[in-house]
């Protein structure tokens, strides 16, 4: 069977704690088997991804069992969907509006942490 794969940061405390929470609710539902792929620990991974490792470190990336690549508020709605308890948070930011909305905020979001943990050297 194949899992979901997570690229996340764990050099970004605020990435890091955020994953740990996700972890420990899917970890709970233990519905869907979750590949967490650390590219601060394991930078050649994102080769698999077809990406720079500066953009997965910048934002969250999830390759779903199928192999299609979903990034931002897509990879978190995925995770969403497959986590009981946090359904309605997937079909709430794939509203139309709201979704473009939560994309834009997510990417700014993303972007000014980025910043900061390269400001202060996390990486």
């Known amino acids: 069977m194949s899992k979901l794969k ?3 940061n764990s050099a970004c ?3 890091k704690a955020g994953i740990e929470g996700q972890r420990r609710r899917m970890r ?7 590949e967490w792929i650390d590219v601060h620990q394991h930078p050649e991974a994102v080769a698999e991804l077809g990406s720079e490792l500066e953009q997965v470190r910048e934002r ?3 390759k779903d069992e199928s192999g299609r690549l979903a990034v931002g508020v897509d990879a978190f709605a995925a ?4 986590t009981r308890g946090q359904r309605w948070l997937a079909r709430l930011l794939r509203l139309p509006g709201l979704h473009l909305l939560a994309r834009w905020g997510y990417n700014l979001f993303a972007r000014a ?3 900061w943990n390269r ?3 996390h990486w």
């Open 113 to 115: 942490l980025y910043r």
């Open 6 to 8: 997570v690229f996340y």
């Open 28 to 34: 709970a539902d233990a519905s869907c088997p979750v």
């Open 79 to 82: 995770l969403f969907q497959r």
């Open 60 to 62: 969250l990336y999830l």
């Open 13 to 15: 405390p605020v990435c």
């Open 119 to 121: 400001w202060l050297k």
